[in-house]
């Protein structure tokens, strides 16, 4: 499976972005999707995940009640809706597949997407 992530751009504060992530490969449906984010100068943070039929998610608390994450499993596609952006959301957002539950800490990752940027305007 390769991830393809797509979507960032600039928007002002209280705006919405949809991010993105195409995979690649057959076996898609079988991995646990995420989004992390980093932000200049900071380490990389846990955003949300999603479980492989799509029916568990769990976010990170900093973005509880903004963001939604979602699959399409038939079309190898995980979403990242952003709603009531902050600019302290502004980041690199990456997306990630793992066989098994992403920790928060992605350290059990096992493909990342490239990345791409989500700017938040004050």
């Known amino acids: 499976v390769q991830l393809q992530a797509s979507g960032g751009g600039l928007v002002q504060a209280g705006g919405s972005l949809r991010l993105s992530c195409a995979a690649s490969?057959?076996?898609?449906?079988?991995?646990?999707m995420g989004w992390f984010r980093q932000a200049p100068g900071k380490e990389r943070e846990f955003v949300a995940r999603i479980s492989w039929s799509g029916d568990t998610t769990y976010y990170a608390d900093s973005v509880k009640g903004r963001f939604t994450i979602s699959r399409d499993n038939a079309k190898k596609t995980v979403y990242l809706q952003m709603n009531s952006l902050k600019p302290e959301d502004t980041a690199v957002y990456y997306c990630a597949a793992d066989r098994t539950v992403i920790t928060t800490t992605g350290s059990s990752v096992d493909l990342w997407g490239q990345g791409t940027q989500v700017t938040v305007s004050s």
């Open positions: 490969g057959r076996t898609f449906s079988n991995y646990y």
